[in-house]
């Protein structure tokens, strides 16, 4: 019996977040297990200077070997404006590098610096310890993260941001993976002389190779506040198609995606939030080309916004174009934007 079709029959688990509290950047982390991966983000709602809800969304895609159900990030198209060109560079089998220069009528003009290492444990093909990421503006602002293996079943993170020389983050992370089970513990800004803290508790069941419930408890604490988030998860995976439902104290959520073919990928999100007092509904498209070498993405949403990117390869040259614009008819706003990729 082959090792893939081995490990298709054991099930999975996952978890693992990425967050920066302050600013909207928020948790993610892939994990492959029985074959699949399961990916899981939450998102942080903020609301001013006050912390306010969270959106905890649960998708799913497979290890390469068909069919795979979609990925929401394959589908939906990342917004674009300005101008950006992307210089990626491979030093070693450890190490690369990247640089990036972004123009934009709404901001100044900047460069980030970004650099990886990876060690010599390979896990799985998106699991690789140690690993160090580091990504630093023009402005002398850095966000770092470092991931260790320390046994079999245990990870940890470590995640830091600053703002030229003032820390806004510092987040860690433990987290243990059984055989059908993984659970996670997060500290987000820890401050003893402050008195506060941000910690989240999260646990995952996979119950068949196909249904996986979880939940996820956010407690957050500052002189004169506290509070506590209790928020209900599933996801169900078939061959071509995931379907996700999350339920909270802040709101719901609820997602469907399903590849068509080779070619065609399609995904609707339905979202409502009590506190913010929002719903919002949203479909998108993805659309592949391979004879022209390009990609092609669009969405639709209730706030009357639609917006597409057009993505195209350049071979045997290292080099991606991409062309995107977004128009906000309700507010009357319109983005545009053009990428070169180069590596």
Known sequence: MGAEKRMSQLG????????????????????????????????????GDYF????????????PSPPSPPLPSDVFPAQM????????????????????????????????????????WQLSPTEVFPTVVGDMDSSGSLNAQVLLLLA?????????????AKFLTWQFDGEYRGDDYTATLTLGNPDLIGESVIMVAHFLQSLTHRLVLGGELVYHRRPGEEGAILTLAGKYSAGHWVATLNVGSGGAHASYYHRANEQVQVGVEFEANTRLQDTTFSFGYHLTLPQANMVFRGL??????????LEKKMPPLPVTLALGAFLNH?????HCGFSITVG
């Not at 300005?82 to 990626?88: A, D, S």
């Open 12 to 47: 999975y688990a996952a978890s693992g977040r990425i967050r920066c509290p302050n600013g909207g950047e928020h948790f993610l982390l892939q994990h492959l297990k029985g074959g699949q991966f399961l990916q899981i983000t939450v998102y942080g709602i903020e609301r």
């Open 52 to 63: 306010v809800g969270w959106r905890f969304l649960v998708c799913a895609y497979s290890f």
């Open 81 to 120: 404006e300005g101008v950006k060109l992307v210089v990626n560079k491979v030093l070693s089998s450890h190490f690369q590098v990247a640089h990036t220069v972004h123009m934009s009528a709404l901001g100044l003009p900047g460069y980030h610096l970004h650099a990886a290492y990876a060690g010599d």
């Open 152 to 164: 079999e079943r245990l990870r940890a993170k470590a995640v830091f941001q600053t703002q030229q």
């Open 300 to 309: 639709v949403d209730s706030n009357w916004c639609v917006g597409a990117v």
């Open 330 to 334: 309700w507010r009357n706003r319109f």
